[in-house]
Protein backbone atom coordinates (compact mmCIF):
# COMPACT_ATOMS: atom_id res chain seq x y z
CA UNK A 1 0.00 0.00 0.00
CA UNK A 2 1.26 2.89 -0.84
CA UNK A 3 0.38 6.19 1.70
CA UNK A 4 1.19 9.33 -1.46
CA UNK A 5 -2.09 7.74 -2.76
CA UNK A 6 -5.45 10.05 -3.13
CA UNK A 7 -8.32 8.88 -1.32
CA UNK A 8 -9.66 8.11 -4.61
CA UNK A 9 -6.62 5.66 -5.55
CA UNK A 10 -6.91 3.99 -2.34
CA UNK A 11 -10.92 3.42 -3.43
CA UNK A 12 -9.59 1.61 -6.71
CA UNK A 13 -7.12 -0.02 -5.06
CA UNK A 14 -9.87 -1.76 -2.98
CA UNK A 15 -12.18 -2.16 -5.92
CA UNK A 16 -9.51 -3.57 -7.47
CA UNK A 17 -8.97 -6.43 -4.57
CA UNK A 18 -12.28 -7.58 -4.15
CA UNK A 19 -13.62 -7.80 -7.83
CA UNK A 20 -15.80 -4.54 -7.08
CA UNK A 21 -17.44 -1.90 -10.43
CA UNK A 22 -14.34 -0.21 -11.05
CA UNK A 23 -14.46 1.96 -14.36
CA UNK A 24 -11.67 4.26 -15.64
CA UNK A 25 -14.20 6.18 -18.84
CA UNK A 26 -17.55 7.59 -17.48
CA UNK A 27 -20.55 5.57 -17.26
CA UNK A 28 -22.63 7.52 -19.24
CA UNK A 29 -25.40 5.54 -19.29
CA UNK A 30 -24.77 4.27 -15.40
CA UNK A 31 -28.39 4.84 -15.14
CA UNK A 32 -29.31 1.97 -17.06
CA UNK A 33 -27.96 -0.24 -14.34
CA UNK A 34 -30.59 -0.15 -11.42
CA UNK A 35 -29.15 -2.27 -9.27
CA UNK A 36 -25.50 -0.77 -9.37
CA UNK A 37 -27.15 2.62 -9.09
CA UNK A 38 -29.44 1.70 -6.31
CA UNK A 39 -26.79 -0.31 -4.39
CA UNK A 40 -24.15 2.77 -4.34
CA UNK A 41 -27.38 5.35 -3.17
CA UNK A 42 -28.04 2.97 -0.35
CA UNK A 43 -24.71 2.36 0.65
CA UNK A 44 -24.23 6.44 0.54
CA UNK A 45 -27.60 6.63 2.57
CA UNK A 46 -27.30 4.32 5.07
CA UNK A 47 -23.89 6.39 5.97
CA UNK A 48 -25.57 8.84 6.16
CA UNK A 49 -27.87 7.25 8.54
CA UNK A 50 -25.39 6.29 10.74
CA UNK A 51 -23.85 9.76 10.77
CA UNK A 52 -27.33 11.21 11.77
CA UNK A 53 -27.45 8.44 14.55
CA UNK A 54 -23.97 9.57 16.10
CA UNK A 55 -25.04 13.17 16.17
CA UNK A 56 -28.34 12.30 17.82
CA UNK A 57 -26.34 10.09 20.54
CA UNK A 58 -23.62 12.84 20.94
CA UNK A 59 -20.65 10.19 20.16
CA UNK A 60 -18.09 11.91 18.76
CA UNK A 61 -15.71 8.53 17.87
CA UNK A 62 -19.18 7.23 15.87
CA UNK A 63 -19.09 10.54 14.07
CA UNK A 64 -15.68 10.45 12.81
CA UNK A 65 -16.45 6.87 11.65
CA UNK A 66 -19.26 8.07 9.53
CA UNK A 67 -17.85 10.57 7.89
CA UNK A 68 -14.87 8.63 7.30
CA UNK A 69 -17.35 5.75 5.74
CA UNK A 70 -19.52 8.49 3.61
CA UNK A 71 -16.46 9.50 2.04
CA UNK A 72 -15.48 5.75 1.12
CA UNK A 73 -18.30 4.70 -0.66
CA UNK A 74 -19.27 8.18 -2.07
CA UNK A 75 -15.90 7.28 -3.66
CA UNK A 76 -16.90 4.04 -4.38
CA UNK A 77 -19.70 4.79 -6.09
CA UNK A 78 -17.51 7.30 -8.12
CA UNK A 79 -15.41 3.96 -9.85
CA UNK A 80 -17.73 2.27 -9.99
CA UNK A 81 -19.50 5.02 -12.50
CA UNK A 82 -16.75 5.97 -13.79
CA UNK A 83 -16.19 9.61 -12.42
CA UNK A 84 -12.71 10.64 -10.98
CA UNK A 85 -13.52 12.12 -8.32
CA UNK A 86 -10.23 13.64 -7.29
CA UNK A 87 -10.14 15.65 -10.44
CA UNK A 88 -14.05 16.33 -9.70
CA UNK A 89 -13.44 17.27 -6.54
CA UNK A 90 -10.12 20.06 -8.23
CA UNK A 91 -12.87 21.55 -10.13
CA UNK A 92 -15.09 22.53 -8.22
CA UNK A 93 -12.59 23.43 -5.31
CA UNK A 94 -10.99 25.63 -8.12
CA UNK A 95 -14.85 26.99 -8.90
CA UNK A 96 -15.55 27.26 -4.92
CA UNK A 97 -12.60 29.76 -4.71
CA UNK A 98 -13.37 31.93 -7.55
CA UNK A 99 -16.54 32.76 -5.03
CA UNK A 100 -14.35 35.07 -3.08
CA UNK A 101 -13.19 38.42 -4.25
CA UNK A 102 -9.20 38.70 -5.17
CA UNK A 103 -9.44 42.93 -4.50
CA UNK A 104 -11.40 45.35 -2.12
CA UNK A 105 -12.53 47.09 -5.73
CA UNK A 106 -13.96 43.65 -6.59
CA UNK A 107 -15.91 42.80 -3.21
CA UNK A 108 -17.56 46.41 -3.54
CA UNK A 109 -18.40 46.23 -6.72
CA UNK A 110 -20.17 42.97 -5.96
CA UNK A 111 -21.73 44.23 -2.92
CA UNK A 112 -23.20 46.94 -5.30
CA UNK A 113 -24.54 44.12 -7.65
CA UNK A 114 -26.61 42.46 -5.05
CA UNK A 115 -27.69 45.94 -3.41
CA UNK A 116 -29.20 46.57 -7.30
CA UNK A 117 -29.65 42.84 -8.25
CA UNK A 118 -30.76 40.71 -5.61
CA UNK A 119 -33.38 41.96 -3.33
CA UNK A 120 -33.45 38.81 -1.77
CA UNK A 121 -30.05 39.66 -0.13
CA UNK A 122 -31.45 42.61 2.61
CA UNK A 123 -27.35 43.30 4.03
CA UNK A 124 -24.73 42.31 1.32
CA UNK A 125 -21.10 43.48 2.80
CA UNK A 126 -17.80 42.35 2.61
CA UNK A 127 -14.74 41.13 5.02
CA UNK A 128 -11.15 40.42 4.62
CA UNK A 129 -10.39 36.39 5.11
CA UNK A 130 -9.18 34.99 7.57
CA UNK A 131 -5.68 34.63 6.15
CA UNK A 132 -6.18 37.54 4.72
CA UNK A 133 -5.92 36.80 1.18
CA UNK A 134 -9.10 37.41 0.06
CA UNK A 135 -12.77 39.14 0.52
CA UNK A 136 -15.45 37.33 1.31
CA UNK A 137 -18.91 38.98 0.22
CA UNK A 138 -22.17 37.78 2.48
CA UNK A 139 -25.56 38.84 3.43
CA UNK A 140 -24.65 40.08 6.92
CA UNK A 141 -27.97 39.88 8.43
CA UNK A 142 -28.19 35.47 7.50
CA UNK A 143 -24.57 35.13 7.39
CA UNK A 144 -25.00 33.41 3.89
CA UNK A 145 -21.58 33.64 1.84
CA UNK A 146 -22.57 35.36 -1.39
CA UNK A 147 -20.56 34.73 -4.94
CA UNK A 148 -18.32 37.25 -6.44
CA UNK A 149 -19.23 38.62 -9.61
CA UNK A 150 -16.29 36.89 -11.12
CA UNK A 151 -17.67 33.47 -10.01
CA UNK A 152 -17.19 31.09 -12.60
CA UNK A 153 -19.46 28.22 -12.37
CA UNK A 154 -17.74 24.90 -11.98
CA UNK A 155 -17.16 23.04 -15.67
CA UNK A 156 -17.09 19.31 -16.33
CA UNK A 157 -16.78 18.67 -20.03
CA UNK A 158 -12.92 17.78 -19.70
CA UNK A 159 -14.13 14.84 -17.63
CA UNK A 160 -16.57 14.06 -20.36
CA UNK A 161 -14.44 14.29 -23.09
CA UNK A 162 -12.76 10.68 -24.27
Known amino acids: MNNMQSNFQKIIEFHKAFGLDNKEEPQTEVFD ?12 EEEVGELKDA ?43 TKLCKTEEEAIQTVEWYKENESRYDTPAYRLSDDKKYYVVYNESTGKIL ?15 N
Not at 33 to 44: A, E, F, H, N, T
Not at 86 to 91: I, R, V
Not at 147 to 161: A, C, E, Q
Open 33 to 44: DKKLVDLRVSLI
Open 147 to 161: KSINYSPVKFDSMLS
Open 55 to 97: IKERDFTEVIDALGDILYVVYGAGTSFGIDLDKAFSLIHDSNM
